[in-house]
């Protein structure tokens, strides 16, 4: 069996893509279970999440923008499957973008804040960092939601040839 560089890259897309989602979705929840405490614990748990989620986002999302890229190029055409990945693309860069403009620089100052003292402007902080993330978790579930309609649609045969004997087109 030969997959072809489209094969590898759908594959890669649809896993990163739906880990990163997920990920995003389980921050959501806790972010929004975390507005019913105090400053002191908010901004405790905020930076317990720093540990290592920023790593997690990049090894997810960097992956899975690169994979789709490759997707986009390689499409031969200009189909429902092609649109609906490059629909995915822009969406990916739309999380990437908000998380460079919005989230990233909140978490550096996040990391700084004093647990027993947050800043006085914690909560619009808090509020701030929050809309930008539901927006990316928006925009993230959307896009794996193209790739995965995008995978249902364009059937990757094993070779050319496979495909002219089925009758498909090779994407």
Same mark, same amino acid.
């Given at each position: 069996?030969?997959?072809?560089?489209?094969?590898?890259?759908?594959?890669?897309?649809?896993?990163?893509?739906?880990?990163?989602?997920?990920?995003?979705?389980?921050?959501?929840?806790?972010?929004?279970?975390?507005?019913?405490?105090?400053?002191?614990?908010?901004?405790?748990?905020?930076?317990?999440?720093?540990?290592?989620?920023?790593?997690?986002?990049?090894?997810?999302?960097?992956?899975?923008?690169?994979?789709?890229?490759?997707?986009?190029?390689?499409?031969?055409?200009?189909?429902?499957?092609?649109?609906?990945?490059?629909?995915?693309?822009?969406?990916? +860069? =739309?999380?990437?973008?908000?998380?460079? !403009?919005?989230? @990233?620089? /909140?978490?550096?100052?996040?990391? &700084?804040? %004093?647990?027993?003292?947050?800043?006085?402007?914690?909560?619009?902080?808090?509020?701030?960092?929050?809309?930008?993330?539901?927006?990316?978790?928006?925009?993230? +579930? =959307?896009?794996?939601?193209?790739?995965? !309609?995008?995978? @249902?649609? /364009?059937?990757?045969?094993?070779? &050319?040839? %496979?495909?002219?004997?089925?009758?498909?087109?090779?994407?």
């Amino acid at each position: 069996m030969k997959l072809t560089v489209a094969a590898v890259a759908r594959g890669v897309s649809l896993l990163f893509g739906g880990v990163f989602a997920g990920f995003l979705v389980a921050v959501l929840v806790l972010e929004l279970s975390l507005r019913d405490f105090e400053a002191a614990i908010y901004t405790q748990v905020r930076q317990v999440e720093l540990v290592g989620l920023d790593d997690l986002a990049s090894a997810t999302l960097l992956p899975a923008l690169a994979a789709t890229v490759v997707l986009v190029v390689a499409a031969r055409n200009r189909g429902a499957g092609r649109r609906l990945v490059v629909v995915a693309l822009v969406l990916l +860069v =739309a999380v990437l973008v908000t998380t460079l !403009a919005v989230n @990233l620089p /909140i978490n550096g100052d996040q990391l &700084d804040w %004093d647990v027993q003292a947050p800043p006085a402007d914690w909560s619009d902080v808090r509020d701030r960092w929050q809309l930008a993330h539901a927006v990316r978790t928006a925009a993230a +579930v =959307a896009a794996f939601g193209c790739l995965t !309609a995008a995978a @249902l649609l /364009i059937r990757t045969p094993t070779s &050319d040839t %496979d495909a002219a004997h089925r009758g498909e087109r090779h994407e």
